[in-house]
């Protein structure tokens, strides 16, 4: 075969031999190299984001877990973070606190225990790291703010890694340090000093875990302070860096970045700023916000994760692009391998990085991602172009031994529209340890030694369907695997299942709102407590559920229909809530704050007793049963014209909750 020709053949499949006139990039360890990878991970949490992931049937929720963490499959993440819960709304729903109380400790609430013991059953190396986005309201002692009595905070997070490893077996590695307002150097200090005290010499803390600055410069000033930080972490850092930072020689971390709507152009986004994030700014992990969007879509940030499950009623899941643009770095790299210093920027834009793990293991990835197609949710993207180009890449020192690498590709296709993700290309041959690549627009490739990749699959699973419109839940159940009742979605409060050993008649298993104090939190959740369920589109439906109040004289509870609201948002919630009141009247309000009164009078409900509330919406009216009687009707209903089914409380106090039920037209 004569050269020209095989010249055509190689092109054809995407690399080609030394013998093109192409721009030459050397990847050499001769001089050194760079910095040592983390690795890549997903979020879970911060708020709830993966609250109906646990409601999957099998085979499907361990197929989702599967692509998420199992090695050589999907995305094979090498860490998962988690919401050390707070009691609070943190963005998209609220997770349980270990510690309700200063005095309760409960180690088997929410689900982010379960979800790092599956993850590190498939993963047993998978690195674990906590973060408290919020606090129970004890912690800051009547005010919004956790840390004005640091070794109260202090003790209340560790407690919460001391549970994980007694009641769970987990090692906790990592714990961040965060808050929108400022980090505080006493505070990371006190932590640092009670880890080692309880025998956590180990877990390394992540400061501030939300921005580069003051905590960088505060690191340079004071040795205390920076003896007690590992990581500086930082949120939507831009793939750049500050030069305090690089200065303090500490492991820099995009702690939790991508955050954007999972379509091929968030496939982008994460596949840029994967590469970026180290060749920009010297970072060597990325923690992608989110792990798995499964949560309502309609909620703040619907779909903002590597993938989507969603729908945990009909079974369906979907794989977005995320995962496999995740695979091209995570199943050819391992935490401890490092970064080559010859990494850098394409001639015609884009990036490339290099990783060896000192064994004779190389692995290069390339993105060529255009900037309408790599647009990330944050922060905002400046310009830059991106063409089809020719590049050589020249392995020197001792990778020049290397014949052949595995080839691994990405093609986003957007003019097509027919994206082919993560396809094994032919083995490539290296020619005097050089080989070239034609490298067109928005292309992810894999160069690499490493032959376990592989494009894990299932069957597909079960077509999308909308929640049922017949629905109900009497929680009668006796040993749940979880607190949280299915596809409750808490957005202010804490509801959990509960045991009612006072009534010895049909309510003795309930769903109960315990908190009675407002959490620390950051985000603007409501003065009320609400739990949102259903299909959001649902306009003319019924919602019935028994109710007990536990607070007399002021307490109250209501059921709602059309709540339009939910997550950050929750407390400007509006549809149609039916309140009754333990002074013995009710009220119909078009707000969840109860300002827009639709209907009210006496109702004779008291605290400590059972009552039975009716809701029905259709249209534009809407009317209301007490205890099987009517108590109000054709209330004038004009907005919102659809929305979720709700409960929840008057304020945070005890309430119970039983026999709940849906009929939506």
Not at 500 to 515: A, F
Request: aromatic letters at 12%.
């Amino acid at each position: 075969m004569n050269r020209s020709v095989l010249t055509v053949i190689v092109l054809f499949l995407g690399f080609s031999l030394n013998f093109c006139s192409c721009q030459t990039y050397v990847l050499n360890d001769e001089e050194g190299l760079g910095r040592v990878f983390d690795g890549i991970g997903g979020l879970s949490g911060g708020g709830a984001t993966s609250r109906l992931l646990v409601n999957y049937a099998e085979p499907y929720r361990s197929q989702i877990l599967d692509y998420l963490f199992k090695p050589n499959f999907g995305a094979s993440l090498h860490i998962l973070k988690v919401e050390i819960g707070g009691d609070a709304q943190t963005t998209d729903g609220t997770e349980p606190s270990h510690m309700h109380y200063e005095n309760d400790e409960n180690y088997f609430r929410g689900y982010e225990w379960w979800l790092m013991k599956e993850a590190k059953k498939r993963n047993p190396n998978i690195t674990l790291i906590g973060l408290p986005w919020a606090f129970p309201g004890w912690v800051g002692h009547g005010k919004n703010w956790p840390y004005d009595f640091p070794d109260i905070t202090a003790t209340y997070v560790v407690n919460w890694i001391l549970g994980a490893k007694q009641y769970h077996d987990l090692d906790i590695q990592y714990v961040g340090i965060w808050n929108e307002r400022n980090y505080d150097s006493k505070y990371i200090k006190l932590l640092r000093y009670t880890l080692d005290k309880s025998g956590l010499e180990s877990v390394r803390i992540i400061a501030s875990d939300n921005v580069w600055e003051p905590i960088a410069l505060s690191l340079l000033l004071d040795p205390e302070l920076s003896s007690a930080v590992d990581v500086i972490g930082a949120h939507y850092p831009g793939t750049t860096t500050v030069t305090e930072a690089l200065k303090t020689k500490k492991k820099l971390w995009s702690s939790e970045d991508y955050s954007t709507f999972n379509d091929e152009v968030g496939g982008g986004c994460w596949a840029r700023i994967l590469n970026q994030n180290y060749v920009n700014g010297l970072m060597t992990a990325t923690i992608s916000w989110n792990l798995v969007a499964s949560y309502y879509e309609e909620l703040p940030f619907g779909r903002d994760g590597l993938m989507t499950a969603e729908e945990p009623w009909s079974g369906n899941y979907v794989v977005e692009s995320p995962i496999w643009i995740t695979a091209h770095t995570t199943q050819f790299t391992q935490p401890g391998w490092t970064y080559l210093k010859t990494v850098g920027h394409l001639a015609q834009g884009g990036s490339y990085v290099a990783l060896t793990d000192g064994r004779g293991n190389l692995t290069v990835v390339i993105e060529t991602m255009t900037h309408d197609h790599s647009v990330c949710v944050r922060p905002p993207l400046p310009a830059f172009n991106v063409t089809s180009q020719n590049a050589t890449f020249q392995l020197k020192g001792s990778l020049a031994s290397i014949k052949e690498l595995q080839a691994w590709r990405s093609q986003f296709n957007f003019k097509t529209k027919k994206p082919s993700f993560f396809e094994k290309l032919t083995t490539l041959k290296l020619l005097d340890g050089s080989f070239n690549l034609t490298l067109a627009e928005d292309e992810i490739y894999t160069l690499t030694t490493i032959t376990t990749g592989q494009k894990g699959s299932y069957p597909d699973p079960p077509p999308s369907a909308r929640f049922p419109k017949a629905y109900k839940d009497d929680f009668n159940v006796r040993n749940p695997p979880f607190s949280e009742a299915p596809d409750f979605a808490d957005q202010t409060g804490v509801f959990e299942y509960y045991i009612n050993l006072t009534d010895p008649g049909p309510h003795v298993l309930t769903l109960r709102q315990v908190l009675t104090q407002r959490p620390v939190t950051w985000a603007s959740d409501a003065d009320q407590t609400i739990s949102v369920i259903g299909d959001y589109q649902w306009q003319s439906l019924t919602v019935t559920c028994d109710v007990f109040m536990e607070r007399v004289q002021t307490g109250g509870v209501f059921i709602a229909a059309r709540v339009d609201k939910g997550g950050q948002s929750i407390r400007t919630a509006r549809g149609v809530f039916f309140w009754v009141f333990a002074d013995g009247t009710y009220k119909v309000t078009n707000d969840l704050a109860g300002l827009t009164v639709l209907a009210e009078g006496q109702s004779g409900t008291r605290a400590y007793g059972w009552h039975t509330l009716s809701l029905t919406v259709k249209g534009q009216y809407a009317s209301g049963m007490l205890n099987g009687y009517p108590l109000w009707k054709n209330a004038v209903v004009l907005t919102p014209k659809n929305g979720w089914a709700a409960i929840g409380t008057r304020s945070f106090e005890l309430a119970q909750f039983d026999n709940f039920a849906v009929i939506a037209e």
